[in-house]
């Protein structure tokens, strides 16, 4: 096991790594820009390092002075949380090429998988069902129009690297294609470097199912459940459950059996994700993420896994101590995301906590970076922390998510609580009968 771990995020998830850590008897280094020398992990870590001034780019994304830090520091591993470097490749290869160990898959399977046009070709080489489209980039209207008129319209087009909704377009005829194609292929250049867009068939009425798995590098995974993540804005997810609403039994065993053994037999390492649209019974491959996900809490309260504590022990080339016969799952959880955003327009709020206090009591978990006197700075995601409660049922995990979201009190800046309050009471949202549009309706955009 590794002696000392640096910490590459900041945040609740920061402070969620850390506490795995000092469970394992591991030694933490915190890192942080100039704007959060105050934050929580900064202040519980045994050691902390400065990694440049506030904005992203110069600390949390500057791979030369988190490397630094490891060095000053003798950090052995280094975990990248989610966001900022956590699938980044290049910064997997740096640490190995300095035998420091990236607590995360190989620089190899985070390039595959960062390609959604590869992900989607070893995807279905592997087994696992995939939405019908093109076999990979599409770059001009006649090949676009071909393809569209192969697998019906409306089709989707989208950027192969990248996510969060950029590059991302709709054609509902072949009189959109030409314009949708120009379009995607534009934004996903702005965004992320890269015009390489493809095709696929758009789903009416899908939710968003993901499975966890973890896998130990060696052929040997599990699957941990799945997720309903459907509850969306703009691509971004506000609202988890596990187990998703729609699934049955049987459904959860066959896909999650094909997930764990797509990552077995790629010899994938840590923890990941492969993300669907399911509609009408049927799953469709999206995505894999290679990192440890926002929601993953609800996973670890329906099944009692630590997802953390696995990660690092596999880095450390251990045996993952959870085997697929020993999974079970029980009850069901809820997490929201308590965002520092005015509710109705969505607009950041940052500024000082005046008054903090986070629900508490049976079944309830908050994950959370945040204290009262807590400046939230302007420069990054404005995620003050995530409010996860588990029941035995889900109409039981619905009261007291109830319950916790009237106890839970953030004062001093505008954030997304009221609109949880609401969400709760609607008749769609109690009944789990919403797709990855209905928030988006819900809220007239």
């Not at 949708?180 to 867009?197: C, I, M, P, W």
Request: glycine share 10%; hydrophobic share 40%; net charge negative.
């Amino acid at each position: 096991m590794f002696s000392k771990v640096l910490i590459a995020n900041r945040g609740e998830i920061a402070l969620r790594i850390l506490r795995a850590c000092k469970e394992l008897g591991i030694q933490t280094v915190a890192v942080h820009s100039t704007a959060d020398a105050d934050a929580m992990h900064v202040r519980l870590a045994d050691e902390s390092v400065c990694i440049g001034p506030a904005p992203a780019k110069d600390s949390y994304l500057n791979i030369p002075s988190i490397l630094a830090a490891c060095e000053i520091t003798g950090a052995e591993a280094v975990h990248p949380g989610y966001g900022f470097l956590s699938e980044n490749s290049r910064f997997a290869q740096i640490l190995e090429e300095h035998n420091i160990a990236f607590i995360g898959p190989s620089s190899h399977h985070i390039d595959i998988m960062g390609d959604k046009i590869e992900a989607k070709r070893t995807a279905k080489e592997l087994g696992i069902p995939v939405v019908p489209g093109s076999e990979g980039g599409v770059t001009d209207d006649g090949e676009a129009k071909r393809i569209a008129q192969e697998i019906g319209y409306p089709v989707i087009i989208k950027a192969a690297s990248g996510g969060g909704g950029r590059g991302m377009k709709v054609a509902k005829n072949e009189k959109e294609i030409s314009v949708a194609l120009s379009t995607a292929r534009t934004e996903a250049k702005a965004a992320f470097g890269d015009d390489a867009v493809y095709i696929e068939k758009y789903l009416g009425k899908p939710r968003h199912i993901e499975v966890q798995v973890l896998g130990d590098g060696k052929g040997r995974a599990v699957h941990l459940g799945e997720r309903d993540c459907s509850l969306q804005r703009r691509h971004q997810k506000v609202w988890e459950e596990a187990n998703g609403p729609s699934i049955t039994p049987e459904e959860r065993e066959s896909i999650g059996m094909i997930c764990a053994n797509a990552v077995a037999k790629m010899g994938y390492s840590g923890a990941g994700t492969v993300e669907f649209l399911y509609e009408d019974g049927e799953f469709y491959f999206i995505e894999m993420n290679t990192r440890l996900q926002v929601e993953h809490p609800v996973t670890e309260r329906i099944t009692n896994v630590d997802i953390v504590y696995e990660q690092i022990r596999i880095a450390a080339g251990m045996e993952m101590t959870v085997k697929q016969e020993d999974v079970q799952f029980w009850g069901h959880a809820i997490e929201v995301r308590i965002n520092a955003e005015d509710p109705e327009t969505f607009a950041p709020s940052p500024g000082t906590i005046s008054y903090y206090h986070p629900a508490g009591g049976v079944g309830v978990r908050v994950d959370s970076g945040v204290y009262q006197g807590y400046k939230i700075p302007p420069y990054y995601d404005s995620l003050i922390g995530k409010l996860i409660v588990h029941g035995r049922t889900r109409a039981e995990c619905l009261q007291r998510l109830n319950r916790a979201l009237d106890e839970f009190v953030v004062d001093g800046v505008k954030t997304t609580l009221p609109l949880f309050r609401k969400l709760i009471k609607e008749p769609d949202v109690i009944a789990g009968n919403y797709d990855i549009h209905w928030l988006e309706k819900y809220l007239g955009m």
